[in-house]
């Protein structure tokens, strides 16, 4: 065998041993920092230990860091809605989101377009125990005054006083 093969043989065997002398060193130090995290354990705060859970994460598998649980979100809580459109069919829509096939299908329809004209300012027929949109509100009279066009709205608007 030639003498640089057993030369680098010699020196990775020292520099494993150097290694296992490292590890046995660490493994001795162990339990004392264990002795003293448990002693101390009561006094820490919650987001002294959870930077400690952080910290022995990371060290128990360095190629990958410690997943920490995610928080919920803040917010609002999204849920089944109570139907707000129910067609003669039966069929139910809570009016979030895309028009229903079923619905866009009946709108199109003799009976939806009679229903329609019977029913002007209404989507669809409201389901039972939901608010008719039909009915009178501000945002209604709003509406009427859009409906004539810019120039009825533009003149409801209060104009600065001139001075003189």
């Not at 860091?65 to 979100?73: E, V």
């Amino acid at each position: 065998m030639p003498r640089t093969t057993l030369q680098s043989i010699d020196a990775e065997i020292k520099q494993l041993e150097a290694q296992k002398k490292l590890i046995e060193k660490r493994d001795g130090e162990v339990p004392k920092a264990i002795e003293v995290l448990q002693r101390y354990a009561k006094v820490l705060s919650a987001v002294q230990r959870r930077k400690i859970a952080r910290i022995i994460g990371e060290f128990v598998d360095a190629g990958t860091p410690a997943k920490t649980p995610r928080a919920k979100k803040q917010g609002r809580k999204l849920g089944p809605v109570a139907p707000k459109y129910q067609l003669p069919t039966g069929d139910t829509w809570s009016g979030r989101g895309r028009t229903p096939v079923v619905f866009a299908a009946w709108e199109k329809g003799a009976e939806g377009k009679a229903w329609r004209k019977a029913n002007e300012g209404e989507k669809f027929p409201a389901a039972s125990g939901a608010a008719k949109s039909g009915a009178k509100t501000q945002s209604g009279v709003k509406k009427a005054a859009a409906g004539k066009g810019r120039k009825a709205a533009a003149k409801k608007t209060r104009r600065p006083a001139k001075t003189a």
